[in-house]
């Protein structure tokens, strides 16, 4: 397993690939701002790309480890106590932070690798919830909710960084939840709460477009949920 402190990504050299340009850096410039050999830096890295998202794996893990807690817990509590995690992970520190989302927007091909966590962490909300839905349809569209609300506030908070972006964050998947309450959580469920399941009227469809972003998901996924309480 990789550890939170093993997958750190060092600020001095997310600096330096700002500073001197991403495809004019060089593993051995980072290696010397980082303060380690070039040897270590690939080991522990594996390459520029890989440094930038080192925390992945650890992310992944996280988010697995938690849900996994579902048999003890609500499992809509679990959900949202891993998303928080998630973010609190990549807030815990504003500089590092913002350099990284920087970089995300001056870097075509980081711009692609982020797409590609982006997946990962969908897909480890849909496998750690392996059996919960009978629906993988709806197992697919729950997951991909739950990541676009947490993206949308995490962006947020790298525009202006603020503890009420982390509550608002899970006052949203809370609310997200509570449309699933006779699956997520059936002991607890309100009595006569629309069901999440059957008829085509009590159905909530999230379509990802690859030219939408989190907050255009977000706002599709609260018109559904407002239009069938209206």
Do not use: C
């Amino acid at each position: 397993m990789t550890s939170a402190s093993d997958s750190a990504l060092p600020v001095s050299a997310l600096r330096l690939l700002l500073d001197q340009g991403f495809g004019a850096t060089s593993v051995e410039d980072l290696a010397a701002a980082a303060g380690v050999s070039r040897s270590t830096f690939f080991r522990r890295f594996g390459s520029k790309e890989g440094m930038v998202f080192a925390d992945m794996e650890h992310v992944i893990t996280s988010v697995t480890e938690r849900l996994g807690e579902r048999a003890q817990q609500p499992v809509g509590d679990v959900v949202v106590a891993a998303s928080l995690g998630v973010f609190d992970h990549l807030t815990a520190d504003a500089e590092r932070a913002e350099l990284r989302h920087r970089l995300l927007v001056a870097v075509p091909a980081l711009r692609d690798r982020e797409l590609v966590s982006t997946h990962r962490f969908e897909s480890a909300f849909r496998q750690g919830l392996a059996g919960v839905f009978a629906d993988p349809a709806e197992a697919v569209a729950y997951s991909a909710a739950v990541v676009a609300v947490h993206n949308f506030h995490l962006r947020r908070w790298l525009a202006e960084p603020s503890a009420a972006h982390r509550q608002q964050l899970a006052a949203d998947l809370r609310a997200l939840g509570a449309r699933y309450a006779e699956v997520l959580d059936p002991d607890h469920a309100v009595p006569g709460a629309p069901e999440p399941r059957g008829a085509a009227a009590s159905a909530v469809v999230v379509t990802v477009l690859d030219s939408a972003d989190e907050g255009q998901v977000l706002q599709a996924v609260r018109s559904a949920l407002r239009s069938r309480t209206s």
